[in-house]
């Protein structure tokens, strides 16, 4: 993705902090730059401050996804606080300052320092991104669905695919098996070729 003007650097950081933490959409709209952590690896998704789900508050250490997505994420954080100059209370993913441009049209015009009412403008950011690398729209809340997926092939033992599913914000681990971990018909056939083969 782009990342020459605020508006293209937001949206790539965006994209990358989806994947990076698996948040959904309602509470990344709501995150402050209090909440992220880059030292730790970590999001707070404190429910008093962030839309999450059930109203329920609790920590995501970043998914091993890649050392270059983290670097964007990080860059993000970097860039708001040290070449902005933005405090902690402001947000993490600000929305689009527009104003009437000198051709009596709302235009964009950079970043303003509110938060989004919700989560509209971050589904827009994903729909122009997919269709700009000429694939298939793929909404945020899939990019959990790819994270349930990515723990089933990590997680050895019972023990870390529990903190997988909890990461993900799950209380029990039968939530992401149910909700996130459908097989594909594809897959299931090699698994059951290759239990056969043993």
Same mark, same amino acid.
């Not at 959990?144 to 914000?169: F, I, V």
């Given at each position: #993705?782009?990342? &020459?003007?605020?508006?293209?650097?937001?949206?790539?950081?965006?994209i990358?902090f989806?994947?990076?933490?698996?948040?959904?959409?309602?509470?990344?709209?709501?995150?402050?730059?209090r909440h992220?952590?880059?030292v730790?690896?970590?999001?707070? !998704?404190?429910?008093?401050?962030?839309?999450?789900?059930?109203?329920?508050?609790?920590?995501?250490?970043?998914? %091993?996804?890649?050392?270059?997505?983290?670097?964007?994420?990080?860059?993000?954080?970097?860039?708001?606080?040290?070449?902005?100059?933005?405090? &902690?209370?402001?947000?993490?993913? %600000? #929305?689009?300052k527009?104003?009437?441009?000198?051709?009596?049209?709302?235009?964009?015009?950079? &970043?303003?320092r509110?938060?989004?009412?919700?989560?509209? %403008?971050?589904?827009?950011?994903?729909?122009?991104?997919?269709?700009?690398?000429?694939? %298939?729209?793929?909404n945020?809340?899939?990019?959990r669905?790819?994270?349930?997926?990515?723990?089933?092939?990590?997680?050895?033992t019972?023990? !870390?695919?529990k903190?997988?599913? !909890?990461?993900?914000g799950?209380e029990?681990?039968?939530?992401?098996?149910?909700?996130?971990?459908?097989?594909?018909?594809?897959? !299931?056939?090699?698994?059951?070729?290759? #239990?056969?083969?043993?």
């Amino acid at each position: #993705m782009p990342a &020459l003007t605020d508006i293209e650097r937001r949206d790539r950081a965006l994209i990358a902090f989806t994947i990076l933490t698996g948040a959904r959409d309602g509470a990344i709209a709501s995150f402050k730059l209090r909440h992220i952590d880059v030292v730790d690896n970590k999001i707070d !998704q404190d429910a008093r401050e962030v839309q999450t789900k059930f109203s329920k508050s609790f920590v995501t250490t970043f998914f %091993p996804v890649g050392d270059d997505i983290r670097a964007v994420v990080v860059d993000w954080v970097a860039y708001l606080r040290t070449e902005k100059h933005w405090g &902690l209370d402001d947000p993490l993913f %600000p #929305m689009t300052k527009v104003v009437v441009g000198d051709n009596l049209r709302f235009g964009a015009v950079g &970043l303003d320092r509110k938060h989004w009412s919700n989560a509209g %403008p971050i589904r827009a950011i994903f729909k122009t991104a997919f269709a700009a690398a000429d694939l %298939p729209y793929f909404n945020p809340h899939s990019f959990r669905k790819t994270l349930a997926l990515l723990g089933g092939e990590l997680c050895e033992t019972p023990e !870390q695919y529990k903190a997988w599913s !909890q990461n993900l914000g799950h209380e029990h681990v039968l939530t992401t098996f149910t909700s996130y971990g459908n097989v594909s018909s594809h897959r !299931q056939a090699e698994i059951i070729r290759a #239990m056969a083969s043993q």
